[in-house]
């Protein structure tokens, strides 16, 4: 079966955000803070929340997934060793593990994430 991505469940903008690795702190320490961060790409996503047995099932891999986030495949998003998260109008999550190409079609990426408090 062919994998679809709808857009009526892309009901999240949202960005992707990188790690600037040069931003440091008044100490010279890497900094953590908004300035850290850059936009590299605005899209629009499906977010859910994970219950009951399919979240029992995501924390055997990882104990701190909350949530399942699916996308259109962007060709240039790649996660390497450098840090990204995704970052809602008021919610921020950090993927758990590189995003995975749904049957290798280019169409859809999926991820587990947890979402920052």
Do not use: C
Not at 53 to 68: D, Y
């Amino acid at each position: 079966m062919a994998v679809v991505f709808r857009a009526g469940a892309a009901r999240h903008e949202a960005w992707i955000e990188k790690r600037d690795d040069a931003a440091v702190d008044d100490f010279g320490d890497p900094s953590d803070g908004p300035s850290s961060w850059e936009s590299i790409a605005d899209v629009w996503l499906s977010i859910k929340p994970l219950n009951g047995r399919e979240l029992l099932i995501a924390r055997q891999i990882s104990a701190e997934v909350t949530h399942e986030i699916e996308m259109r495949y962007i060709g240039s998003f790649k996660q390497s060793n450098t840090r990204i998260r995704l970052k809602d109008s008021d919610r921020v999550f950090e993927p758990i593990e590189p995003p995975r190409n749904l049957e290798e079609r280019n169409r859809v990426l999926k991820f587990m994430a947890k979402e920052i408090i």
